[in-house]
């Protein structure tokens, strides 16, 4: 049984691996934040510096099935992550929305992997779940700002 477990846990790191081709959106991890600003093609946004070491630069894309707000993360001017929060187009930021979002990328992520993820309930019902891949750690939530919900999905490096 222990055999069988392991060999999940293998095709699920081998069907991430091969399921994008960059590691973080549309850049691979450690690529400085001057190469980010220049090949983005969302909406530059702002520019901060968050913590010692760390900066963010964010951007915003308009789709028709959603807008995004995608915020690069660096640690000593290499990217580390990306944190991407979806929010609907016609303003109907609902938890309805957000769990409908939540429910697509959950089948999404459990579609990559034969063990089933196991999912987390906070307040109000918010869910949350965490898995990783070959070199990612991947969290997915639903967070409530100011009365609206948005799913918020986070992609750091290991």
């Keep these: 049984m222990q055999i069988r477990k392991y060999l ?22 450690g690529v400085s934040p001057e190469n980010v600003k220049a090949n983005e093609t969302a909406a530059f946004v702002k520019e901060e510096v968050l913590l010692h070491n760390l900066k963010a630069l964010t951007f915003a894309e308009y789709k028709p099935e959603a807008n995004y707000l995608c915020t690069y993360i660096f640690h000593c001017n290499k990217l580390n992550g990306v944190k991407i929060k979806k929010m609907s187009t016609t303003g109907d930021n609902s938890l309805l929305n957000a769990m409908s979002n939540y429910s697509e990328a959950l089948a999404k992520y459990n579609a990559n ?10 307040d109000k019902g918010l869910k949350s779940f965490h898995t990783t891949s070959h070199n990612s750690k991947i969290y997915v939530m639903i967070v409530e700002e100011n009365h609206d919900f948005f799913l918020v999905e986070s992609i750091f490096k290991k």
Excluded: G, P
């Design 113 to 122: 992997c034969e063990f089933k993820i196991k999912e987390k309930i906070a």
């Design 8 to 29: 999940l846990i293998i095709l699920c790191f081998i069907s991430f691996s091969f399921s994008t081709d960059k590691e973080c959106r549309n850049f691979d991890y």
